[in-house]
């Protein structure tokens, strides 16, 4: 018998293939939804890569970050929680308590409800920017976190990261086995056409909007990585305790360009690296730009050892991930 997961923000980019893994592996799956009638659009999904048995298997609750309705009986006969919504945009909000407390009123409701309902194993989905400390120099892992007070932390390393300690605070008094999967940049195919944030920085070079680029690097992997991460550790208990940073390497937005203008030569996709006063320029116009300001020149490099030794991962390459997302885009006509 598979093991009954509650998997909140089953919409999401990440969270279709989180499903989709969890279900051809034989678990079933209650997904949350805000809108229920975005239903019929994560069955259409998944229906392309499972028969009938699994998606037999599949099911849909109303739920909220932001509302304490239903959480009790979504969480009725679980046995386990997956807890992946959580907003990602790229630009910084204008208050960024839009972006934090529905990160941290969700999982404070979603750990307080599976512990009422005696869920006892919960996967979380962090983020390394709830490790990165953009203070530190070298390789960071598992053992760090993100400097809150660091005068570049973006509202969103602040959602992830309160959202995190959240998690870790509220499970040991509810008797709950946590895991967290910390993914960097997620890229990689998409399940359907509703994808966030970081396909678009994919699409945004493919259709060589910008003159130029900034040179701001990200801790790259693939979708089907990050989902295979959270499956492999809700099936190993030993991994209860543990962050899990998912990571194949880091890379650059110039480099990216240089992938996929290597894969798609006819394609006019900028190369040319900007300087700074003039992403400070356009960064008065555009908030994408403003958003990255406080990142030009920065690698933050965090190690996947972890996820090696504990899940027995081996991570598609940034190249092949961001290959795969470009591809997906360019078949399916979105750029």
Known sequence: ??????????????????ALKLLASGHSVRG?????????EV????????DNS???RLSFVQLDLTRDDNWG?????????????SPFPIANPIDEDDLIRPAVEGTRRAIAAAGAAGVKRVIFTSSVVAIIDTYKRGMQDETDWCNLDAPDTTAY???????ERAA?????????ALTTINPGLVIGPPLDGHFGSSISIVARLLRGRDPMLPMVSFSCVDVRDVAEAHLRALERPQTAGRRIPCTAGVMSMPDMARVLKAAYPARKITRRVAPKFVLRLLAMFDPDIRAILPSL????????ARARKDLDMRFISPDGALRASAEWLVANGRV
């Open 54 to 56: 699994g998606l037999g």
């Open 32 to 40: 949350s939804l805000r809108d229920v009638s975005r239903a019929s």
């Open 297 to 304: 020149g920065q690698a933050h490099h965090v190690s996947n």
């Open 73 to 85: 009986a979504a969480m009725a006969g679980a046995t386990a929680l997956i807890h992946s919504a």
């Open 157 to 163: 390393a602040k959602s992830k990261t309160l959202a």
């Open 168 to 176: 870790w605070e509220l499970s040991a008094p509810h008797g709950i």
């Open 43 to 50: 069955r259409a999904a998944l229906g392309q890569h499972l």
């Open 1 to 18: 018998m598979g093991e009954t997961v509650v998997l909140t923000g089953i919409s999401g980019f990440i969270a279709k293939h989180i």
